[in-house]
């Protein structure tokens, strides 16, 4: 997929995820946080699917990280949970619509950052927003470094406006 067109995807889809819910979920920093989560996860949409691994989506998101995320956060949101359905015509949050749905994708990709109390890193901060996604989204366990996030966000992100 071309970067020009998944960054402005990913972009409306935050943008109708804010008008819908009323939350900010849209401010550059996000969209930018977002991006490069996918950039570094799938090489910004090339892969929807981990090869050898749980990993699903562009967001590159586990099964069981996922179930979390419903279960343990989007429960006791509903109104973030029906913007959600909105603004990705779907009813059922599961397995396929992960892989399949590029807007749940992101959705659920900034869903995982909210669930973290501290704000996001300003936009174009590379060193904090490669601190913040491997903390926040891939974890000290993970094999993604902040080093790659770097790389990737200047390949994919850092030329947007």
């Known amino acids: 997929m071309h970067k020009r067109q998944l960054y402005n995807l990913i972009e ?8 819908r819910s009323g939350w900010n979920l849209n401010g550059r920093e996000a969209v930018q946080l977002v991006g490069g989560t996918i950039a570094i996860e799938s090489r910004m949409g ?3 699917q981990q090869i050898k691994g749980p990993a699903l989506g562009i967001s590159q998101i586990e099964l069981a990280s996922f179930k979390s995320l419903v279960d343990n956060f ?8 029906n913007a959600i359905r909105e603004v990705c015509n779907i009813n059922d949050f599961n397995k396929e619509a992960l892989i399949y749905n590029l807007k749940f994708s992101i959705c659920m990709t900034r869903v995982k950052y909210l669930t ?25 366990k993970g094999k993604a470094t902040k080093r790659k996030f770097k790389r990737y966000f200047k390949k994919y992100i850092l030329w947007q406006k």
């Not at 409306?12 to 008008?19: K, P, R």
């Not at 973290?116 to 000290?140: E, F, H, I, S």
């Open 116 to 140: 973290d109390p501290n704000p996001l890193p300003k936009p174009g901060q590379m060193d904090t927003m490669a601190g913040y996604y491997k903390r926040v989204y891939n974890t000290p």
């Open 74 to 81: 989007l429960y006791y949101k509903p109104e973030l949970t």
């Open 46 to 48: 090339y892969y929807i």
């Open 12 to 19: 409306e889809t935050l943008v109708d995820l804010a008008d």
